[in-house]
């Protein structure tokens, strides 16, 4: 075990926290990969912000690294091939150049084209319309191009590594006051079921399943951290949702 090792662990810790692994899983993962290498103890402290990992050498020598976590994107095929080196890993302690072709290729995984994605969100926001009770057709199909245009804004805010609580305040913004003139322009008598469509393609489930995964693990810190993620996001969607009634008077 050395400093070069601890560096890759470090490397296979962070990427499965980015792909959206739980922080308990993170740390178990970690101690298997170490021990694997050699390792006689290994503590490590784990958020979603931050990992921190020391070892302690057969030799007697204490090994301490941070690395520090960026954008969180789940990603359950991602997630697999983690998960797959880390097994892979722990069975064999192959050489660190082998593991890190390995990650490369997890960084190669395709998504979905940006198209289809903003079709995604159109089909989700109308599907949530028709679902609480919409069958105006006119609706609908807002909903649909709507859940597209928010989509649009959503991916290119992110590509420039926008904040989270930007993106969410914007696309509701954008999205509260074109629902505001359809309703006026009389398109459909009422803004309840395309607002409760676009609210369902953003809203952070994710996020808030992931919070309460944690803390049921044992993980309070980080199930604290992502609670109060989860509910600024819904805060800020609130609040974009309410820009039309703040600047315009009266409700969306």
């Known amino acids: 075990m050395d400093s070069k090792k601890l560096k890759l662990i470090l490397e296979i810790a962070v990427k499965l926290t980015e792909v959206g692994g739980e ?3 993170v740390e178990e993962s970690v101690e298997r990969i170490a021990e694997a290498y050699g390792s006689v103890r ?12 020391s070892v302690e050498t057969a030799e007697g020598e ?4 941070t690395r520090c976590i960026g954008r969180i994107n789940n990603n359950i095929e991602k997630l697999d091939k983690v998960n797959a080196i880390i097994r892979w890993v722990t069975e064999v302690a192959p050489v660190e150049q082998e593991v890190y072709a390995k990650l490369e290729e997890v960084d190669k995984v395709k998504t979905p084209s940006g198209v289809l994605e903003l079709v995604y969100f159109g089909v989700i926001a109308s599907a ?4 609480f009770g919409s069958r105006n057709i006119i609706e609908i199909i807002s909903s649909f ?5 928010v989509g649009a804004i959503s991916q290119g805010l992110e590509y420039i590594n ?9 696309c ?3 999205a509260a006051f074109v629902i505001r003139f359809l309703v006026l322009a009389k398109l459909f008598p009422a803004p309840d079921y395309i607002t409760i469509g676009i609210i369902m393609t953003l809203i952070p ?5 992931n919070a309460l995964r944690d803390l049921f693990s044992g993980d309070v810190v980080t199930g604290v951290l992502r609670t109060i993620e989860a509910v600024l996001i819904a805060a800020a969607m609130a609040i974009g949702f309410a820009l039309p009634g703040i600047i315009m008077g009266g409700a969306i």
């Open 128 to 131: 949530f319309c028709i679902f």
């Open 172 to 174: 509701c913004g954008v």
């Open 145 to 149: 191009i709507l859940g597209g245009v």
């Open 62 to 65: 204490i090994i301490t690294q």
């Open 42 to 53: 290994t503590d490590i402290y784990a958020t979603t912000s931050n990992v921190m990992v």
């Open 23 to 25: 922080i308990s899983r």
């Open 162 to 170: 926008a904040n989270k609580l930007l993106i969410r305040f914007l």
């Open 205 to 209: 489930g994710a996020g808030i399943t």
